[in-house]
């Protein structure tokens, strides 16, 4: 997945083809951050856009198959299962407990693998999701609320656990999807960044959802020890901040809980971002680029590279990272490195509802909502989470939640040591391996 150059030239070939198609089960070779050129799809937003000197670098999700880069992790955990001798086409149904991206990933890689699958996942969603899901042969097991509703989704899994005949593909929990980001995405933000900039990368940015993108910031770490690495939450469910346990309208992300699989060691600061700001950035980046172009100083077209690009949770990623590096003072030689998980696709009725509740608004109210969101928030919203008693406290959540599951205290002190986290992505070779020799080619 980092490297599909190295795949024979002729499945290479097939696979590039098979692209336009994406039912075809060639596009298994095709869940990667790289374009047919070989090159990490990325963009890096102007500085005049961005408002600060540092180069915001943004890896794009959308171009992977089913339209999200989600769909790495559901095939390395569905893939795990395989080669651990698990997961059997035939035999067993794929269960994806999610908000979304992850269920229809699994969707998508039970079809292009043979499997059936249910995908569990809060009601309130936004309708393209579930679209996709029913598209791809999934079913829906849906659960009551939305997004920071996630406990409910966990807990309607634990009932399908008690049936050999379903294997459950645990993104909160099972450690193929810190290995895929640690590898694949760790190693593509770093690529992505070697032209920018002195080269090096001075922050990774994410927002977490099951956390598995924040594992890219520990490969990064591993390369550039200095580097920081910021996770970003809903103002209105600060959970990693404070404890805080609010509904909100970043779909994907900020779900009330420290995942089993992110690493806390390895977060440095933890910033909180208001929904409607990332709702209302996304219109400005969907529908208004003309606008922003005119607010930022820019010629008519600079940006119209943008559009479909993003998300919400996308929008509110860049706000982390502009906001980081204002914070850090960063300047022309620091990269910051942050993800657009999807794109526009699964959000034109997020942004009906906006325009719903906001009404009308002219270029004079559009300029302030520039203002506010691209050169907006406040230090009051970042916290410095490197000291042992935080790391304590974010243990402390994790163990609360994870304990009610069924892990036992010694394995969850386990992960309190980066040598847990190490010998984890250290399977990637023996995982390798075990696939190489499976195949026919
Ligand atoms: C739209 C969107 N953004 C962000 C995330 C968070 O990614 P991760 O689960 O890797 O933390 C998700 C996860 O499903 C998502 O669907």
């Not at 893939?79 to 991206?101: C, K, W, Y």
Request: net charge negative; charged share 25%.
């Amino acid at each position: 997945m980092l490297h599909p150059e190295l795949l024979p030239p002729a499945v290479r070939k097939l696979a590039e083809a098979g692209a336009a198609n994406e039912l075809d089960p060639i596009n298994l070779f095709n869940v990667t951050w790289r374009g047919p050129d070989r090159q990490i799809r990325h963009v890096v937003l102007p500085n005049e856009l961005t408002g600060v000197n540092a180069n915001v670098i943004v890896l794009a999700g959308r171009y992977f198959p089913s339209g999200s880069h989600k769909v790495g992790p559901a095939y390395t955990t569905l893939m795990e299962g395989e080669l651990a001798g698990e997961i059997e086409p035939g035999l067993h149904t794929m269960i994806g407990p999610s908000t979304g991206n992850f269920g229809i990933g699994v969707a998508y890689i039970s079809r292009l693998k043979g499997y059936p699958a249910i995908v569990i996942m809060p009601e309130q969603m936004s309708k393209e999701r579930y679209r996709r899901i029913r598209q791809y042969g999934g079913e829906l097991d849906l659960t009551p609320g939305s997004e920071s509703d996630v406990i409910l989704v966990l807990e309607r899994t634990e009932a399908y656990k008690k049936d050999p005949k379903y294997k459950v593909l645990a993104q909160f929990e099972l450690l193929p999807n810190y290995r895929f980001h640690r590898y694949v995405t760790g190693q593509s933000a770093l690529e992505a960044a070697r032209r920018y900039g002195n080269g090096r990368v001075a922050a990774f940015v994410s927002a977490p959802g099951s956390a598995g993108t924040l594992a890219a910031g520990d490969e990064i770490k591993a390369r550039f020890p200095e580097s920081v690495v910021c996770a970003v939450e809903p103002k209105e469910c600060s959970t990693l901040f404070n404890n805080g346990r609010g509904t909100h309208r970043i779909e994907g992300i900020g779900d009330k809980m420290v995942t089993l699989i992110h690493n806390v060691l390895n977060t440095d600061y933890v910033m909180l971002i208001h929904d409607d700001d990332c709702v209302a950035g996304l219109e400005l980046l969907q529908h208004r680029l003309r606008l922003v172009e005119e607010f930022a100083g820019q010629p008519e077209g600079s940006l119209a590279h943008l559009a479909n690009l993003f998300g919400v949770s996308g929008i509110c990623n860049v706000l982390g990272a502009i906001r980081l590096a204002r914070h850090l003072n960063l300047g022309p030689e620091d990269n910051v490195v942050t993800i657009a998980t999807d794109g526009f696709d699964r959000y034109p009725s997020v942004l009906d509802d906006l325009a719903r509740r906001r009404g009308a608004v002219d270029s004079g109210q559009l300029r302030n909502w520039f203002e506010g969101i691209f050169r907006g928030g406040d230090s009051k919203e970042l916290r410095d989470v490197r000291s042992p008693t935080e790391k304590l406290r974010l243990f402390g959540y994790k163990e609360q939640v994870w304990s009610k599951f069924g892990y036992s205290r010694s394995y969850l002190e386990q992960m309190q040591s980066q040598a847990f986290w190490d010998a984890q992505y250290d399977a990637i070779h023996r995982v390798d391996q075990d696939l190489a020799a499976g195949r026919e080619f």
